[in-house]
């Protein structure tokens, strides 16, 4: 007899001889031709199955790479938190991490000037805990209401359907709050060499703290390459977007499948809560960072990831993470954008992957019990056979925790009110820091050229808003900006010129642009 194991069968288990077979009708008079039968399961299977087997991609960050991994605890702060996870020098937690740009599609490619996604996931004993960060140390809006629109602005004009310039710019000379991210993504770390060279950032500030006594810490987190950061200029970047879209996916897996494992260090900024109050920038602001002269970063871990995913889909696309998946010892700061997202992340797995998403073996944290979440599409998980489906049953089989997992909360009082963040000057000082450290490392004419070749892009009266903008960053800026949009425009022929979009297309206008 066969291997049960080695034969194909169908989705329920019949043994098929022939994965190729089909019934069809043959006969007279259309000799050579016939007629297919809706009895003929395998076809009917295999055909139904196929237009299933896409997921929605995801809204945003739908393009990336992803490898399994492992962190290990390098530096005692059990000073400042409790949490499992950091609780001794040398323990080490398994890892599922996601690299990902951010508004291209899933099928787009990799060497695009983008915010890189830093997504990761420790499974920890005491429940997941995610980073869902960037490789970019601040965001472009603090406002979360704003984050859909951000992000249209940089995908595709719902008439033309190509990315466009003056969407882009429009949206910004608008939202000036992120000028500094705006900087950050047009200088030299706007397109990595690899993956494997970024850094990693929370971006929003976090709490660090201890349950059972109820103190706490404001962190930012940082993770840097132990192999260094590598940038890709635009000429390389533009020709490996046609010749090897998939430049930076294959790149992570090579090195991986070579056992050139990459790593990183993670390192923390400590803050004091008191010293929040009073210090120069709002600590709930993530386009604000917090400069290294004022917040050193102390050493933490170390992120090592050494194993392919199996099967991509399986592991890597299915894969969900949320701000909101965080340990006993760590917590939520009073940044509404970060809030925002601790709803939108699980609301969008139960959309793109299901309700039961937290089941599937790339989500499933290490123990869970939970049996007042049962039922639900794909059940895979046991749901609990018999055990009470309601709260407070004497047949409750769950033990006391032997201890308090709560957070430390605030103490608010208040008033609910309308509110949308201003911009002050105070959104470009940061700006007007990195410029000065660009011009230290010679990276100035990099920003300037970058910025102009996609400000050129834009229609007229959109560039004008945008020099102005950057203007109020260093009037410098503006300056230098405005010479080589000159050259630019003299080039295309003139102010009216035909526009590109900002992943390189070329879109027509309709009206209103
Ligand atoms: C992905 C919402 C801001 C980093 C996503 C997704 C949504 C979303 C809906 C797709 C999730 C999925 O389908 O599984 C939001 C909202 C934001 C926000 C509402 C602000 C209000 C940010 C910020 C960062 C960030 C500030 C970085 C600090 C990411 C990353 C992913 C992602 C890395 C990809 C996660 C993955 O690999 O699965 N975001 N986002 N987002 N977002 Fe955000």
Redesign the pocket.
């Known amino acids: 007899m066969t291997d049960p194991k080695q034969h194909y069968t169908l989705a329920e288990g019949r043994p098929i001889a022939d994965p190729t077979v089909q019934q069809v009708l043959r006969g007279k008079p259309l000799t050579g031709g016939g007629l297919a039968l809706l009895l003929d399961t395998p076809l009917i299977e295999t055909l139904a199955h196929f237009p299933r087997e896409r997921i929605?991609?995801?809204?945003?960050?739908a393009k990336?790479a992803?490898a399994w991994g492992e962190f290990e605890v390098t530096h005692d702060i059990t000073d400042i938190t409790s949490a499992a996870l950091f609780n001794k020098v040398g323990k080490k937690t398994k890892v599922l991490m996601?690299?990902?740009t951010?508004g291209p599609e899933k099928g787009s490619p990799d060497t695009v000037r983008d915010?890189?996604?830093?997504?990761m996931k420790f499974f920890t004993e005491e429940g997941n805990y995610d980073i869902?960060?960037?490789d970019l140390p601040v965001?472009f809006?603090r406002?979360?209401?704003?984050?859909?629109s951000l992000?249209r602005s940089h995908k595709k004009h719902p008439q033309t359907n190509v990315p466009d310039a003056s969407m882009f710019w429009d949206f910004h000379n608008n939202n000036q709050e992120g000028v500094h991210a705006l900087m950050q993504l047009f200088g030299n770390r706007g397109v990595p060499e690899s993956v494997r060279h970024i850094n990693g950032?929370?971006?929003?500030t976090f709490k660090y703290g201890k349950p059972e006594t109820g103190e706490f810490k404001y962190v930012k987190i940082t993770f840097k390459p132990d192999a260094g950061i590598k940038t890709m200029d635009e000429a390389k970047a533009s020709r490996l977007a046609g010749e090897e879209p998939d430049y930076h996916i294959k790149d992570l897996y090579n090195a991986i499948e070579k056992g050139d494992y990459p790593s990183w260090t993670m390192y923390l900024q400590v803050m004091d809560p008191k010293e929040a109050e009073t210090y120069r920038w709002n600590v709930f602001d993530?386009t604000k960072i917090w400069p290294h002269k004022d917040y050193p970063l102390q050493p933490v871990g170390k992120l090592t990831l050494n194993k392919n995913p199996d099967n991509y889909f399986a592991d890597?696309e299915q894969?969900?993470?949320?701000?909101s998946n965080m340990p006993p010892g760590i917590d939520y700061s009073a940044d509404v954008?970060?809030q925002?997202?601790m709803?939108?992340?699980p609301?969008?797995?139960r959309?793109?992957?299901g309700p039961n998403y937290q089941q599937l073996p790339c989500n499933r944290a290490q123990y869970v019990y939970a049996p007042f979440e049962r039922d639900g599409p794909a059940t895979i998980n046991g749901n609990y056979g018999g055990d009470p489906n309601y709260v407070r049953s004497q047949f409750s089989k769950a033990t006391p925790l032997d201890r308090s997992s709560d957070v430390a909360h605030y103490e608010w009082t208040g008033r609910v009110q309308n509110y949308t963040s201003e911009v002050t000057d105070e959104d470009f000082e940061q700006g007007r820091m990195l410029w000065k450290l660009m011009i230290d490392e010679k990276e100035d004419q990099i920003l300037i050229d970058n910025l102009a070749a996609n400000i050129g892009k834009a229609l007229p009266k959109v560039q004008e808003e945008t020099v102005k903008m950057f203007a109020k960053v260093e009037k410098e800026i503006g300056e230098r900006l405005q010479k080589k949009l000159d050259q630019i425009n003299k080039t295309n022929g003139g102010p009216d010129h035909v526009n590109y979009g900002p992943y390189g297309l070329r879109p027509t206008y309709g009206a209103g642009y």
């Open positions: 929605p991609e995801r809204v945003v960050h990336a992803g996601r690299v990902s951010v915010v890189r996604g830093w997504a869902v960060g960037n965001f809006v406002d979360p209401i704003k984050f859909p992000n950032y929370g971006v929003h993530a890597i894969a969900a993470f949320s701000p954008m970060l925002a997202r709803f939108s992340y609301d969008a797995a959309y793109r992957v």
